[in-house]
Structure formats: structure tokens, C-alpha cells
């Protein structure tokens, strides 16, 4: 679905002419302070009879556009004296200075979007808003939950949760305030962070969300700006997070974490010993099957075992029927210069072999034979990662997510980890397996 602004932007300029002439003066007048026209689809609150509208988005995405436009709806009547939907608002941001800063008057601040007979005034000694009609905001600190003990709203706008210190507490003294009115409601806008609070919110049935990244909103930022930030976080994981909005899940326990990845990612490979790629084969095809895990890694083995270093160059990950998948590794070994193709066999013992081999007959192929639950077999793998000695280049955002997930006692998410599967084989082949056959000469003494 189109906005208004979008539908003017394509529109050919006798469309926009006509289109501009057939509103009175009073309609041009207020045209720029209708946020239904000019507003993204995620900046608009969802149908239906909810309790917390979530906005996720990522960095610059219209977040905060969204929550004072919703604001002004709530409160803002007929005219300007008229009542709205509510009349006392919370305003709670982590700090009074960045509730203040970015709620109030920032760029996309309540101030900023109100039209002038409907402004609302400043009462700094208050920290409120005030409206022509009486209607109020009062802006609070997520550093001092104790102060919505005792205050009751109809309204409230909650930004950037996720980064709370004192989110839970803070949060459940909000839902005891919200109390007035026939139906009170809550807007929440956040960057999503891995947190409980906002877990526990998106759970209730009561919840519902919008979602954007940031290029979404690529028409109001700038272009310097979301050059330099796609070239540097463009699919790492933090890219995920703070780019696309995504909401990413460590798991308790897992053997990964966000931070672990984060800190093996690099630019560019050295030059490699050996490249090879791994096959975690889907033996069905079709729209509700699992994916084929294909992973494309190089090591540089020169030197003591200490020193060899793994790079993960690629995932190549489909999902489709065997000669699909035999393709897509052929293809991927192609591309990359790769040595060797390997492939788990426990499901489909020769028939992965024959797969591949009616691509390409002669191509190096290594069948694997899987002696050990998946969290036990990736075990030694993560063990590489903590030490630093498996990095990544950019574009693996989906195999993290996997990663991040995989537990000693096994996957805890959605499907198959096919493609942590692949990268588990890529580098036991690459660096586990010829590291337990290595051996330093030994000098004899006379």
C-alpha cells in the first residue's frame, strides 16, 4: 500500500496539478499536517482492539515520526479547543534529556509535527506538554520507575525500550498508571534488542507490531548517511539489529553469542590453503521442505596448529529439490576456487553422492557420516570461535541467527539448522579433522 506522498512522487506532474487544484485553501493549507497522507505503512497504527502497538524499526527508519503523530492523534480534537481520545499522556524514555531532546523537540518531536493552532506548549518546571484543549503529556525517566507510582493516564508513548536499565520495572509501573478511559493504549518504539521486557510484550495477545529497516525511510535521511552505515554493517549481524530491525534471539546457553560473531568479522580473506564446500543435504524438495545448508569456507593451514585460521566466504543456502541443491555446491565450488566438496550422507547415504555426480561427474566429493548429536558436533567448532581463530565475512546474517540458537543439548528454534550443519562440516574438514593428524618432527638427541 501506497501513501499519499508516495503516490505524488510517481504521479505524472499533470496528475499532481490536478490533483493539488481540486483541494480548497484551507485543504492545502492543513495538507501538510495530515500524517495519514504523507505516512509509511509501518508508521500507521494497526485495525483492531489492541492494548500496545510495537513499532520496530531499524536506526532512522521513522520510529519516532510515528510515535508523535500518534500522540497528536490521541489528544488532538474537531478544533483546536475540542477534546480527543485522551487527555493525560506518559511520555517515558530512558532519561528526562532524551525525552525531552528527541520526544519533545526533536527534529521528529511532538513540537515539531503539531500544526500551529494545535501546538501545545513547554512547561520545562513541569517537564509536561500542554494543549489548547487542556490535554497534557508528562515526560518521564526509565531511571526512576518509583515516579509512575501514583500518576494515571489514558495514553502513553514509550520510546526506545529496549535499552532500558530498568525496563521491567518501569514497564509494569507504566501498566498500573494506564488506567483511565474507556480504552487506554500504548505505543512502543525501539530499535529491538534481545531483552526480556520486549519479548514479553510482543508475546501478549494483546500486542501488535509494525516493522521496518531503515532504508524504508531512505527518502528523509541522508544519502552520506546510509552509505557509510550499509558499507560497514551490511549483513553482520548488528546490520540485522540495528539496520533492518530485526529482532535477533540469543539463546540461554547457546554456544555462540552476537558478540562472539561481531568480533570474528572481517573485510576481505588472505590468501587460503584450501577452500572447500559443505553440504548439509535436503534429501525432499518442494515448498515445505527444509533448506540445504551450502557453505563455502577456506582455511589458511600454514604453520602450527595454533596459528591455522578458518574463513567462512559465503552461504549458499537453497531450498529446492536434489539437483537444485547439487547445482547450487557446484556452482558455489566454481565461483570460489574450491578443492573439495563435502556432504553429511546419514539421511541419504549414496543417493547424495549420485546427486551431485549427474551435475559433474569428476568433482572431488568426501562423504560424512554424522557419530554424534548436532550441539556435541559443533561443539569443538564453537571452541575455534571463542579462541579466534574462525572469521567471517559480511553477508552471513541467516547462518548467525542459526548459530546463535544452537545449544549442547541441541537447536532450539524454528526447522533445521541446515545451514549451521554446513559450516560445522566446512570446518571440521578444514580445521579439526587435519589437526588431529598433525604432527610436529621430532629432533632425537644422539
Known amino acids: 500500500m501506497k501513501s499519499g506522498a508516495a503516490w505524488l512522487a510517481c504521479a505524472e506532474p499533470e496528475e499532481v496539478d490536478e490533483f493539488l487544484g481540486g483541494l480548497s485553501e484551507n485543504a492545502l493549507a492543513a495538507l501538510p499536517w495530515l500524517f495519514e497522507f504523507w505516512a509509511l505503512p509501518h508508521q500507521l497504527p494497526p485495525r483492531g482492539d489492541w492494548k500496545s502497538w510495537v513499532i520496530m524499526g531499524g536506526r532512522g527508519a521513522g520510529k519516532t515520526r510515528a510515535g508523535s503523530e500518534w500522540v497528536r492523534a490521541q489528544v488532538e480534537g474537531a478544533t483546536p479547543e475540542a477534546p480527543g481520545r485522551a487527555s493525560r499522556v506518559a511520555l517515558v524514555s530512558e532519561t528526562f534529556d532524551q525525552a525531552r531532546d528527541v520526544m519533545v523537540f526533536g527534529e521528529s518531536g511532538i513540537l515539531a509535527c503539531s500544526p500551529p493552532d494545535r501546538r501545545p506548549v513547554w512547561e520545562a518546571g513541569r517537564r509536561r506538554l500542554l494543549w489548547p484543549n487542556g490535554a497534557t503529556a508528562q515526560v518521564y525517566s526509565a531511571h526512576e520507575p518509583e515516579a509512575l507510582r501514583g500518576p494515571q493516564f489514558d495514553a502513553a508513548w514509550v520510546d526506545e ?58 527518502a528523509y535521511l541522508a544519502e552520506s548517511f546510509l552509505s557509510e552505515v550499509e558499507a560497514r554493517y551490511a549483513g553482520t549481524r548488528l546490520g540485522r539489529q540495528e539496520l533492518e530491525g530485526v529482532l535477533l534471539d540469543d539463546v540461554e546457553g547457546a554456544l555462540w553469542a552476537t558478540a562472539t560473531i561481531e568480533r570474528c568479522r572481517v573485510d576481505a580473506a588472505p590468501k587460503l590453503s584450501r577452500i572447500v564446500v559443505a553440504v548439509d543435504p535436503a534429501v525432499t524438495g518442494g515448498a515445505g521442505s527444509d533448506e540445504c545448508g551450502i557453505v563455502v569456507a577456506g582455511a589458511v593451514t600454514e604453520g602450527p596448529v595454533t596459528d591455522w585460521r578458518a574463513y567462512v566466504l559465503e552461504d549458499a543456502t537453497v531450498r529446492g529439490g536434489p539437483l537444485d541443491w547439487a547445482r547450487a555446491a557446484i556452482a558455489a565450488m566454481e565461483r570460489h576456487g574450491a578443492e573439495r566438496l563435502v556432504a553429511e550422507v546419514n539421511q541419504g547415504g549414496d543417493l547424495v553422492e549420485s546427486v551431485i555426480r549427474q ?69 571440521h574438514e578444514l580445521m579439526i579433522e587435519p589437526s588431529a593428524h598433525y604432527r610436529r618432527p621430532q629432533v632425537r638427541g644422539l
Open 161 to 218: 525500550l529496549a535499552k532500558w536499565k530498568k525496563a521491567e520495572d518501569t514497564w509494569d509501573m507504566l501498566q498500573f498508571a494506564l488506567r483511565l478511559g474507556e480504552h487506554p493504549q500504548q505505543v512502543v518504539t525501539t530499535t529491538p534488542r534481545n531483552v526480556a521486557v520486549l519479548k514479553r510484550i510482543l508475546g501478549n495477545a494483546s500486542t501488535v507490531t509494525t516493522h521496518a529497516p531503515t532504508d524504508a525511510n531512505r
Open 359 to 427: 551435475i559433474d561427474p569428476l568433482v572431488p566429493f568426501r562423504a560424512l557420516r554424522a557419530g554424534r548429536g548436532k550441539g556435541l558436533r559443533a561443539e569443538p567448532v564453537a571452541a575455534l570461535y571463542e579462541q579466534g581463530r574462525v572469521h567471517h565475512l559480511r553477508g552471513l546474517g541467516a547462518l548467525e541467527d542459526q548459530m546463535c540458537r544452537m545449544t549442547l543439548h541441541g537447536y532450539d528454534g524454528k526447522g533445521s539448522p541446515d545451514r549451521l550443519d554446513a559450516l560445522v562440516w566446512a570446518v
